[in-house]
């Protein structure tokens, strides 16, 4: 089994630098701060550490999103409020899929800020 991991896009120094501290106490998950320049790659080659170039992207994350891989139910249970201990800033948060991780990271935030649109009702 894949080592749980959080993937963090968009989040300020400050907040990568709490993100550092809290998983620190957590030695079985893994933290992948994603720069901007990585947001075109597939979801699936960020985690498989492949260099390769990132597809243009076809949309900028542009605000924060937490994106939880390979964690199994208990654990992600106990994991979800993560983000909130890092940031008080509304993030976007999901969980890799076989569907979604074939996207990119700028793909992804695209369907969650639809998402999180049509459920606050602001769209």
Same mark, same amino acid.
């Given at each position: 089994?894949? %080592?749980?991991?959080?993937?963090?896009y968009?989040?300020?120094?400050?907040? %990568?630098?709490?993100?550092?501290? @809290? #998983?620190?106490?957590?030695?079985?998950?893994?933290?992948?701060? #994603?720069?901007?320049?990585?947001?075109? !790659? !597939?979801?699936?080659?960020l985690?498989? =550490?492949?260099? =390769? !170039?990132?597809?243009? @992207?076809? =949309?900028?994350?542009?605000?924060?999103?937490?994106v939880?891989?390979?964690?199994?139910?208990?654990?992600? *249970? *106990?994991?979800?409020?993560?983000? !909130? %201990?890092? *940031?008080?800033?509304?993030?976007?948060?999901?969980?890799?899929?076989?569907?979604?991780?074939?996207?990119?990271?700028?793909?992804?935030?695209?369907?969650?800020?639809?998402?999180?649109?049509?459920?606050?009702?602001?769209?």
């Amino acid at each position: 089994m894949a %080592q749980p991991t959080l993937l963090l896009y968009r989040f300020t120094e400050d907040e %990568q630098r709490r993100a550092r501290i @809290l #998983v620190r106490k957590l030695p079985f998950l893994r933290l992948m701060i #994603v720069p901007p320049a990585d947001e075109g !790659k !597939k979801l699936s080659a960020l985690l498989s =550490g492949d260099k =390769g !170039k990132p597809l243009p @992207l076809s =949309g900028a994350v542009s605000a924060p999103m937490a994106v939880f891989a390979d964690c199994p139910g208990p654990l992600l *249970s *106990s994991l979800l409020d993560l983000p !909130k %201990q890092i *940031s008080s800033r509304h993030i976007l948060r999901a969980l890799l899929t076989e569907t979604n991780r074939e996207w990119t990271g700028a793909e992804l935030f695209r369907n969650l800020r639809e998402e999180d649109t049509r459920l606050s009702g602001r769209g």
